[in-house]
């Protein structure tokens, strides 16, 4: 599969689920998510999802196990909304590069402080 298609099928994914996180899912433990990429197989057999969590690492664990539990649902919407040849096995990942940016951020604002 080319890279440019490739690139359309992940946005198309990030899409769908990021449409279905905004309108909220019934599970309780997910908390406020944002789905920052997504990294599907050539094959289409699995995809990562990579998310970001607003709440401390005991938030974050309780919405990766939510949307963990969540994934059947959300995948019969990429298969209804998206119709590809085969429907990519989720995988929740936390997304850590927001904490790294405000780590680094943080690392050059004590640095000009000195």
């Known amino acids: 599969m080319s890279v440019q298609r490739m690139r359309r099928v992940n946005e198309a994914v990030r899409e769908v689920l990021s449409e279905a996180l905004a ?3 019934k599970d309780p ?3 406020f998510v944002t789905v ?4 599907t197989s050539p094959d289409l057999r699995s995809a990562r ?3 970001s969590v607003l709440g401390d690492e005991e938030k974050r664990r309780e919405t990766l196990d939510g ?4 994934h059947g649902y959300l995948q019969s919407l990429i298969a209804r909304q998206l ?4 429907t990519p096995q989720l995988k929740f ?3 850590d590069s927001i ?5 680094i951020d943080e690392l050059l604002r004590e640095h000009d402080g000195e």
């Open 49 to 51: 999802v990579y998310v």
């Open 23 to 25: 309108e909220g899912l």
């Open 93 to 95: 990942c936390y997304d």
């Open 36 to 39: 920052t990429s997504v990294d």
């Open 67 to 70: 949307l963990e539990c969540s």
């Open 83 to 86: 119709g590809l040849k085969r």
């Open 29 to 31: 433990r997910i908390g």
């Open 99 to 103: 904490d790294k940016g405000f780590r």
